[in-house]
Protein backbone atom coordinates (compact mmCIF):
# COMPACT_ATOMS: atom_id res chain seq x y z
CA UNK A 1 0.00 0.00 0.00
CA UNK A 2 2.86 2.32 0.55
CA UNK A 3 4.47 2.53 -2.80
CA UNK A 4 0.88 3.33 -3.85
CA UNK A 5 0.04 6.78 -2.20
CA UNK A 6 3.90 7.62 -1.54
CA UNK A 7 4.87 10.89 -3.46
CA UNK A 8 7.65 9.88 -5.97
CA UNK A 9 9.26 12.78 -4.35
CA UNK A 10 9.28 11.13 -0.83
CA UNK A 11 10.22 7.77 -1.75
CA UNK A 12 10.57 5.83 1.73
CA UNK A 13 8.19 7.83 3.51
CA UNK A 14 4.69 6.41 5.15
CA UNK A 15 1.80 8.07 3.71
CA UNK A 16 -1.74 7.49 4.49
CA UNK A 17 -4.28 9.14 6.97
CA UNK A 18 -7.32 7.87 9.26
CA UNK A 19 -8.59 9.03 12.69
CA UNK A 20 -8.51 7.36 16.18
CA UNK A 21 -10.98 3.91 14.97
CA UNK A 22 -13.84 5.39 14.25
CA UNK A 23 -13.30 8.62 15.19
CA UNK A 24 -13.24 11.80 13.02
CA UNK A 25 -11.02 14.82 13.11
CA UNK A 26 -11.69 17.64 11.27
CA UNK A 27 -10.38 21.22 10.56
CA UNK A 28 -11.49 25.19 10.30
CA UNK A 29 -11.81 26.77 7.10
CA UNK A 30 -8.17 26.93 5.75
CA UNK A 31 -6.40 27.57 2.04
CA UNK A 32 -6.96 31.02 1.81
CA UNK A 33 -3.98 33.66 2.69
CA UNK A 34 -4.76 35.89 5.31
CA UNK A 35 -6.38 38.89 4.86
CA UNK A 36 -9.19 39.96 2.70
CA UNK A 37 -8.24 39.32 -0.89
CA UNK A 38 -8.44 42.93 -3.22
CA UNK A 39 -11.23 43.65 -5.66
CA UNK A 40 -7.58 43.21 -8.58
CA UNK A 41 -6.72 39.56 -7.11
CA UNK A 42 -9.05 36.92 -7.84
CA UNK A 43 -9.87 34.77 -5.07
CA UNK A 44 -7.87 31.66 -4.47
CA UNK A 45 -9.48 28.31 -3.57
CA UNK A 46 -10.93 27.77 -0.24
CA UNK A 47 -10.85 24.02 1.43
CA UNK A 48 -13.04 24.15 4.32
CA UNK A 49 -15.08 21.23 6.82
CA UNK A 50 -12.66 19.22 6.09
CA UNK A 51 -12.33 15.91 8.03
CA UNK A 52 -10.59 12.01 8.05
CA UNK A 53 -12.34 8.76 9.27
CA UNK A 54 -10.13 5.55 9.41
CA UNK A 55 -11.38 2.74 10.23
CA UNK A 56 -9.71 -0.07 11.26
CA UNK A 57 -9.97 -3.92 9.09
CA UNK A 58 -11.91 -6.34 11.38
CA UNK A 59 -12.73 -9.92 10.80
CA UNK A 60 -10.84 -10.14 7.97
CA UNK A 61 -12.51 -7.54 5.88
CA UNK A 62 -10.41 -4.20 4.52
CA UNK A 63 -10.40 -1.18 6.21
CA UNK A 64 -10.70 2.46 4.77
CA UNK A 65 -9.44 5.72 5.11
CA UNK A 66 -11.89 8.56 3.95
CA UNK A 67 -11.01 12.15 4.04
CA UNK A 68 -13.59 15.35 2.37
CA UNK A 69 -13.41 18.71 2.53
CA UNK A 70 -15.74 21.41 0.41
CA UNK A 71 -13.77 23.22 -1.87
CA UNK A 72 -15.13 26.65 -3.38
CA UNK A 73 -13.68 28.82 -5.46
CA UNK A 74 -15.01 31.75 -8.41
CA UNK A 75 -14.19 29.54 -11.37
CA UNK A 76 -15.53 26.44 -9.74
CA UNK A 77 -13.09 23.17 -8.99
CA UNK A 78 -11.21 21.40 -10.97
CA UNK A 79 -9.58 18.94 -8.23
CA UNK A 80 -8.36 18.08 -5.26
CA UNK A 81 -5.25 16.24 -4.43
CA UNK A 82 -4.97 14.29 -0.93
CA UNK A 83 -1.47 13.24 0.62
CA UNK A 84 -1.97 12.11 4.41
CA UNK A 85 1.39 11.34 6.67
CA UNK A 86 2.28 10.49 9.72
CA UNK A 87 3.57 13.77 11.96
CA UNK A 88 6.57 11.83 13.41
CA UNK A 89 8.42 11.34 10.36
CA UNK A 90 8.91 15.14 10.01
CA UNK A 91 7.87 15.30 6.12
CA UNK A 92 7.01 19.08 5.40
CA UNK A 93 5.59 18.45 2.40
CA UNK A 94 4.89 21.03 -0.64
CA UNK A 95 2.33 21.91 -3.00
CA UNK A 96 4.47 20.58 -5.81
CA UNK A 97 4.99 17.23 -3.98
CA UNK A 98 0.90 17.22 -3.52
CA UNK A 99 0.02 17.90 -6.65
CA UNK A 100 1.33 14.28 -7.37
CA UNK A 101 -0.32 12.54 -4.92
CA UNK A 102 -3.98 10.64 -5.52
CA UNK A 103 -6.88 12.73 -6.36
CA UNK A 104 -10.05 13.42 -4.35
CA UNK A 105 -13.50 12.70 -6.12
CA UNK A 106 -15.37 15.79 -6.21
CA UNK A 107 -18.85 16.46 -7.02
CA UNK A 108 -20.20 19.93 -7.90
CA UNK A 109 -22.61 20.95 -5.26
CA UNK A 110 -22.96 24.58 -6.97
CA UNK A 111 -21.11 26.88 -9.56
CA UNK A 112 -18.59 27.69 -7.23
CA UNK A 113 -18.54 24.40 -5.09
CA UNK A 114 -17.54 20.98 -4.85
CA UNK A 115 -18.03 18.35 -2.04
CA UNK A 116 -14.83 16.31 -2.23
CA UNK A 117 -14.28 12.84 -0.75
CA UNK A 118 -10.84 10.18 -1.04
CA UNK A 119 -11.27 7.24 -0.07
CA UNK A 120 -8.74 4.06 0.21
CA UNK A 121 -9.19 0.85 0.99
CA UNK A 122 -6.43 -0.80 4.38
CA UNK A 123 -6.09 -4.13 4.69
CA UNK A 124 -5.04 -6.20 7.59
CA UNK A 125 -1.77 -5.98 6.71
CA UNK A 126 -1.36 -2.71 5.90
CA UNK A 127 -3.26 -1.26 8.80
CA UNK A 128 -0.39 -3.31 10.78
CA UNK A 129 2.21 -1.52 9.49
CA UNK A 130 0.88 2.01 9.68
CA UNK A 131 2.90 4.28 12.52
CA UNK A 132 0.71 5.31 15.37
CA UNK A 133 0.17 8.44 16.25
CA UNK A 134 -0.64 11.84 14.79
CA UNK A 135 -1.11 12.02 11.29
CA UNK A 136 -1.72 15.46 8.98
CA UNK A 137 -3.41 15.60 5.93
CA UNK A 138 -1.98 17.76 3.08
CA UNK A 139 -4.43 19.24 -0.11
CA UNK A 140 -3.87 21.12 -2.76
CA UNK A 141 -7.18 22.49 -4.27
CA UNK A 142 -6.65 23.60 -8.27
CA UNK A 143 -9.85 25.86 -9.72
CA UNK A 144 -10.88 26.09 -13.04
CA UNK A 145 -9.15 29.18 -13.53
CA UNK A 146 -5.90 27.65 -12.58
CA UNK A 147 -5.08 28.88 -9.16
CA UNK A 148 -4.28 26.97 -6.43
CA UNK A 149 -4.25 26.70 -2.52
CA UNK A 150 -2.08 24.58 -0.50
CA UNK A 151 -3.08 23.76 3.08
CA UNK A 152 -0.67 21.74 4.49
CA UNK A 153 -2.51 20.46 6.99
CA UNK A 154 -6.10 20.45 6.07
CA UNK A 155 -6.82 17.81 8.96
CA UNK A 156 -5.12 16.19 12.15
CA UNK A 157 -5.50 13.38 13.32
CA UNK A 158 -4.37 10.03 15.73
CA UNK A 159 -3.92 6.41 14.49
CA UNK A 160 -3.96 4.08 17.46
CA UNK A 161 -2.25 0.96 17.88
Do not use: H
Not at 36 to 57: D, I
Not at 119 to 137: D, F, H, M, Q, S
Request: neutral net charge; contains cysteine; proline residues 8%.
Amino acid sequence: MFQRIVVPSLVGAVALGGVALGGVASAGPSGTPSGTPSAAAPAKPTVENSAARYVAPAGGAAGSLTFTAKVTDDSGVRSLKVLAWPKSSDLKPTAAEVATAESATCEKSSARTSACTYTLKVTPREAAELPEGIWNVSVLATAKDGDTAFVPEAATFSVPR
